[in-house]
């Protein structure tokens, strides 16, 4: 089945203690992206890659940071994580930018 | 002045009702329009996509895209229950360095059986 996977799906952490959200797509897509999701702002781009090792920043890059070292996989480290890093996360994959965006379910992420 | 406005609503509607949704834009280079449905705890799914302007129509949905006018609009017929998520239209220009989709904040709908 063709589809993005996200892990973990729900994390509750601290302030400052490193993590990892990781993503991986089986579709060959070469373009991938992550987005948070917060009430009243909507969905909008931290980091996307058009691939291998070539990566760039969204909209809202403070705080993150990503790698893209294989094709099927975009991982997203918040080196120090803060409370305004709580959010709803999702991973994109897609063939081409202006091709469909397959989305990952989601990752809840709560930093006390 | 914000690239995308949406209404984030919520729009109530009883069943069968038709619904529009709609998108304003800012940015005169966006050439690819996409509407994306997310049901409550879940990501966003393509529902439509629409390059340049003109009609989009599949089943009971149609979208629109109006440049001259920066706006484009959603409609479904004889809404559902099945209906009820939220709406996000997106946008993209893909050129030069600009390599990003656009969101608006989504619409909340509710269709009421």
């Known amino acids: 089945e063709a589809q993005v996977t996200q892990n973990p799906r729900y994390l509750i952490t601290v302030t400052g203690k490193k993590l990892t959200v990781t993503c991986s797509q089986n579709?060959?897509?070469?373009?991938m992206s992550w987005y948070r999701q917060d009430p009243g702002l909507g969905l909008r781009q931290i980091y996307y890659s058009m691939n291998v090792e070539v990566t760039d920043k969204g909209d809202v890059p403070e705080g993150y940071k990503v790698s893209r070292k294989e094709k099927r996989n975009f991982p997203l480290i918040l080196e120090s994580p803060s409370p305004n890093q709580t959010s709803l996360y999702f991973c994109?994959?897609?063939?081409?930018?202006?091709?469909?965006?397959?989305f990952g379910p989601g990752t809840r992420l709560t930093v006390l | 002045q914000k690239e995308v406005e949406q209404d984030p609503g919520p729009l109530s509607v009883p069943e069968g009702a038709i619904v529009s949704l709609n998108c304003t834009y800012s940015n005169s280079a966006f050439q690819y329009f996409m509407w994306y449905r997310q049901y409550s705890r879940k990501g966003p799914e393509l529902l439509m996509y629409?390059?340049?302007?003109g009609n989009k129509e599949d089943g009971r949905f149609t979208a629109q895209v109006d440049k001259s006018s920066k706006y484009i609009s959603l409609f479904i017929r004889d809404s559902q229950p099945s209906d009820s998520a939220t709406y996000l239209c997106a946008m993209s220009d893909s050129g030069g360095s600009n390599y990003k989709l656009t969101f608006g904040k989504g619409t909340l709908l509710t269709v009421n059986p």
């Open positions: 579709m060959n897509h070469e373009y």
């Open positions: 994109a994959s897609s063939t081409g930018l202006t091709d469909e965006q397959f």
């Open positions: 629409t390059y340049s302007s």
